[in-house]
Nanobody
Framework: QVQLVESGGGLVQAGGSLRLSCAAS????????MGWYRQAPGNQRELVAT???????NYGNSVKGRFTISKDNAKNTVYLQMNSLKPEDTAVYYC????????????????WGQGTQVTVSS
């Protein structure tokens, strides 16, 4: 069983910064991909930032240049540094880990944290 525990959310003024952390219960190198997604009320969950085992990163268009994803393998922790925050960044942020469970079919299993609220005031 995989557990992902997020922390670091809170209330911040527009233009401010926050750093989210996601601690995994197992070696993060074992995952095929890890990252962050967010969901605002009434909206679908959307990609914020991810990285693959190969090291490539992917960012949502709305956060490019402002957010940075990183990891500490020794601590089994993934971070999301969020700068120049905007009110539209307000959402619940979820940590995600993706694991290939069936090689022949390419089937993945997704694991999610409980989410952490980020609120940006104008």
């Amino acid at each position: 069983q995989v557990q992902l525990v997020e922390s670091g959310g809170g209330l911040v003024q527009a233009g401010g910064s926050l750093r989210l952390s996601c601690a995994a219960s197992r070696n993060i190198f074992s995952f095929n991909a890890m990252g962050w997604y967010r969901q605002a009320p009434g909206n679908q969950r959307e990609l914020v930032a991810t990285f693959s085992r190969s090291g490539s990163t992917n960012y949502g268009n709305s956060v490019k240049g402002r957010f940075t994803i990183s990891k500490d393998n020794a601590k089994n922790t993934v971070y999301l540094q969020m700068n120049s925050l905007k009110p539209e960044d307000t959402a619940v942020y979820y940590c995600n880990a993706r694991l290939l469970v069936e090689i022949t079919s390419g089937r993945y299993e997704d694991y999610w944290g409980q989410g952490t609220q980020v609120t940006v005031s104008s």
